[in-house]
C-alpha cells in the first residue's frame, strides 16, 4: 500500500518563482528560467541591480524597453548609449530619433505599435560592441521580454542583435529586407540606424533607401497580422 509521502510528490518545489528571483542577479552561471518574470517592472527591477556581468558596474540605469507591452512588434538594439543610460530609456539619441522618424514614415507609432528594447541593458564603456559573454549573461532577460509582450514580428537593428538573439552572425547587407523565422516568430534583421546616420544618401540601393524598402515590407506583415487577428 503506497504511503501517503508519495503525495508529496504532487506539491510545488519549494523554492517558488518569487523566491528564485530574489536570487538570481549576480551570477551569469545561475540560469534564469523562461517564466521567471511575470512583468516588464520585475526585470527592471532585477536588471538595475544585477551584476551578471561588468557592465554592471557603471550603469547610471540599466535599460529594459520604451512602447507598448502588448505591442506585435519588438524592436531589439544593441545596448544603450550615453542618453539610454542617463533616462533609462532605450533610443532616445540620435539613432533613436531616427528610428521613430523610419516607424512614423509607414505610420508605426511607438506608444501604439512597437516595443523597443535592447540586447544589453546596461551601457558599455565608450559604447563599445557588448562581448558574446555580456551578451549571454543579459540574454534571459531578453528572452523574458520576448516571452512578456508576445511580438508577432522582431526587428533587429545591426549585426550584434542579431547574433544576440539568433546567434547568426551575419552581414545585415546579406540579410535584410528577408524574413527569418525565430521561434515562432517573424523577424528581419534591418540596418542599425546609426549606420543611416553615417551614410545619409538616400539614393536608390544606398543604406536609407534600402531601409525605406525593408520598412514597407514589415508594414505589410504587420497589416497581414491586423487582418488575420
Ligand atoms: N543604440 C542601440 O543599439 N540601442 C540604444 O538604445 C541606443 C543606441
Redesign the pocket.
Known amino acids: 500500500m503506497p504511503s501517503d509521502k508519495q503525495l508529496s510528490l504532487f506539491d510545488e518545489p519549494n523554492f517558488g518563482a518569487s523566491l528564485q528571483r530574489d536570487s538570481i542577479p549576480n551570477d551569469a552561471k545561475i540560469p534564469i528560467p523562461p517564466g521567471t518574470y511575470e512583468t516588464m517592472e520585475q526585470i527592471a527591477e532585477h536588471c538595475n541591480r544585477c551584476h551578471r556581468c561588468e557592465l554592471g558596474k557603471n550603469r547610471q540605469n540599466a ?1 529594459i524597453g520604451r512602447g507598448n507591452l502588448q505591442a506585435p512588434i519588438m524592436i531589439i ?5 550615453q ?2 543610460d542617463e533616462t533609462g ?5 540620435r ?2 530619433q531616427l528610428l521613430d522618424k523610419i516607424l512614423e514614415s509607414v505610420g508605426l507609432s511607438t506608444e501604439r505599435d512597437v516595443f ?4 544589453n541593458k546596461c551601457r558599455p564603456p565608450d ?1 563599445r560592441t557588448p562581448t558574446p559573454k555580456e551578451r549571454d549573461a543579459c540574454k534571459p532577460y531578453l528572452l523574458e521580454q520576448i516571452r512578456i509582450v508576445n511580438p508577432q514580428i522582431i526587428l533587429l ?2 549585426a ?2 542579431l547574433k544576440g538573439l539568433t546567434g547568426e552572425k551575419q552581414a545585415i547587407s546579406k540579410i535584410r529586407g528577408q524574413w527569418i523565422e525565430w521561434e515562432g516568430r517573424q523577424c528581419m534583421a534591418i540596418f ?3 549606420y543611416l546616420l553615417r551614410n545619409p544618401s538616400r539614393e536608390p540601393g544606398s543604406p536609407k533607401w534600402l531601409m525605406w524598402q525593408d520598412i514597407q515590407i514589415v508594414k505589410a506583415k504587420f497589416d497581414e497580422f491586423k487582418t488575420l487577428n
Open positions: 535599460v538594439g544593441e545596448a544603450p548609449g542618453n539610454e530609456l532605450p533610443f532616445v539619441g539613432s533613436g523597443i528594447c535592447n540586447v559604447n537593428t545591426g550584434t542583435a542599425h540606424p546609426s
